[in-house]
T-cell receptor, first 112, second 111 residues
Framework: DVKVTQSSRYLVKRTGEKVFLECVQD?????MFWYRQDPGLGLRLIYF???????EKGDIPEGYSVSREKKERFSLILESASTNQTSMYLC???????????FGNGTRLTVT | EDQVTQSPEALRLQEGESSSLNCSYT??????LFWYRQDPGKGPEFLFT???AGEEKEKERLKATLTKKESFLHITAPKPEDSATYLC????????????FGPGTRLSVLP
C-alpha cells in the first residue's frame, strides 16, 4: 500500500509566521501534490511536482511556495501566514498519468 | 465550463437500506473518474477508477458504474461503518495532472 505521511496533524500559527508543511511518500512516485480543502469549496490544487526540483502552479498558488529536493519529500511553504490560509492541507502522490491520487491524512492549519 | 457535481449533498440511510450516489460531470476528453471515501479529519481514501462508459467496479458493498455523463456509486445493504463523505473526481485531457473534485455526498448509515 502507498503510504503518504504528513508531519503534523494539527498546527496553530500566528499571522505573518513562515510555515512549513512536510510530506513524505514511500512508493517512489514521481508526482506529488498539495491540495487545500475548505467547506463548500472542495479540494483545490495549490502546487504539484512531477520530478525533483520541478514544480507547477495549480489553481490557487498565491501565498504559497513549494520545495522538492528529494523524490520522496514535498514541502509546502506559507511565506507569511494569513488567516485566510486556515484550512485542511492534503498531500497526495500518484504513480502515472492515469493512476489515482493517494492522500495523506492531512494537516489542519489554524492561523490566528 | 467543466464541472463536477454530486447529489444528494447528504443522505441518511437505515442499516441495510440500499441506495445510490450520483456524480455528474461535464468535461471534454475524460481520462478517468475516481471515487474516494473520506472520514472526518482524514485524507480521502481511494476506492475506484473508471475509464470508459459501461465500465463497472465492485468492492464489498460498493459498486461504481460509469456512463458518458455520470457515475453512480451503489451501496448495497450498508452498515454504519460505511458512514463517510464520498467524493468523485475527474481527470480530463485538458487538465494535465490536475483533477476536478466534486463537493461530495455525506452519507450517514443509522443502526
Amino acid at each position: 500500500d502507498v503510504k503518504v505521511t504528513q508531519s503534523s496533524r494539527y498546527l496553530v500559527k500566528r499571522t505573518g509566521e513562515k510555515v512549513f508543511l512536510e510530506c513524505v511518500q514511500d512508493m517512489d512516485h514521481e508526482n506529488m501534490f498539495w491540495y487545500r480543502q475548505d467547506p463548500g469549496l472542495g479540494l483545490r490544487l495549490i502546487y504539484f511536482s512531477y520530478d525533483v526540483k520541478m514544480k507547477e502552479k495549480g489553481d490557487i498558488p498565491e501565498g504559497y511556495s513549494v520545495s522538492r529536493e528529494k523524490k520522496e519529500r514535498f514541502s509546502l511553504i506559507l511565506e507569511s501566514a494569513s488567516t485566510n490560509q486556515t484550512s485542511m492541507y492534503l498531500c497526495a502522490t500518484r504513480q502515472g498519468s492515469n493512476s489515482p491520487l493517494h492522500f495523506g491524512n492531512g494537516t489542519r492549519l489554524t492561523v490566528t | 465550463e467543466d464541472q463536477v457535481t454530486q447529489s444528494p449533498e447528504a443522505l441518511r440511510l437505515q442499516e441495510g437500506e440500499s441506495s445510490s450516489l450520483n456524480c455528474s460531470y461535464t468535461v471534454s476528453g475524460l481520462r478517468g473518474l475516481f471515487w474516494y471515501r473520506q472520514d472526518p479529519g482524514k485524507g480521502p481514501e481511494f476506492l475506484f477508477t473508471l475509464y470508459s462508459a459501461g465500465e463497472e467496479k465492485e468492492k464489498e458493498r460498493l459498486k461504481a458504474t460509469l456512463t458518458k455523463k455520470e457515475s453512480f456509486l451503489h451501496i448495497t445493504a450498508p452498515k454504519p461503518e460505511d458512514s463517510a463523505t464520498y467524493l468523485c473526481a475527474v481527470q480530463a485531457a485538458n487538465y494535465g495532472q490536475n483533477f476536478v473534485f466534486g463537493p461530495g455526498t455525506r452519507l450517514s448509515v443509522l443502526p
